[in-house]
């Protein structure tokens, strides 16, 4: 049963902000729903998303994901939605108010690491609280990868 857990959580998978864990050091995750249009819904079960160049941004009381990219849905015509919209996002009040205490701190962002249908089929955004890493951070990131990657190859020959 687990197995077919995890294939429909890999199946609902829409987009992913891989480069996400290398430009940001990840302090704290949570979940957020998202509002979206009906042809933004049905582009997405098309797979048609990308969230790598975006952010999130607390504004007027709410929590506001920009520069999200979702393609038109070809068969909408002239009902099509904006493909780069602000979107809103679903947060509580409390959830909301810790995250702008965190933006407010130097070096602090929020970013989306991943789009996906949940198991109800709703659309939800997994958001990062983030600090920004210098240089040299992403060269010790690159260090270790690669000591793991063969690490892995020598352990794989003995």
């Given at each position: ?28 995750k ?9 042809t933004?819904v ?6 048609k ?28 015509n ?5 493909e ?24 602090n ?13 709703l659309?939800?955004?997994?958001l ?16 270790k ?14």
């Amino acid at each position: 049963m687990a197995k077919k857990k995890k294939a429909n959580l890999k199946s609902g998978l829409i987009a992913e902000n891989r480069r996400a864990h290398y430009d940001y050091e990840i302090l704290d995750k949570l979940e957020a729903g998202i509002v979206l249009l009906g042809t933004e819904v049905k582009s997405l079960r098309n797979g048609k998303a990308q969230i790598t160049e975006s952010y999130v941004s607390p504004e007027e009381g709410e929590l506001w994901l920009i520069n999200s990219y979702i393609a038109e849905y070809v068969q909408a015509n002239r009902f099509n939605h904006d493909e780069r919209r602000k979107r809103k996002l679903l947060v509580s009040k409390k959830e909301l108010l810790r995250l702008k205490a965190a933006v407010e701190k130097a070096g602090n962002t929020i970013i989306p690491l991943k789009l996906y249908f949940n198991n109800r089929g709703l659309v939800k955004v997994l958001l990062a609280i983030a600090k920004g890493k210098k240089k040299f951070d992403k060269r010790e990131t690159e260090k270790k990868r690669d000591w793991k990657r063969e690490k892995s190859r020598l352990m794989k020959y003995l």
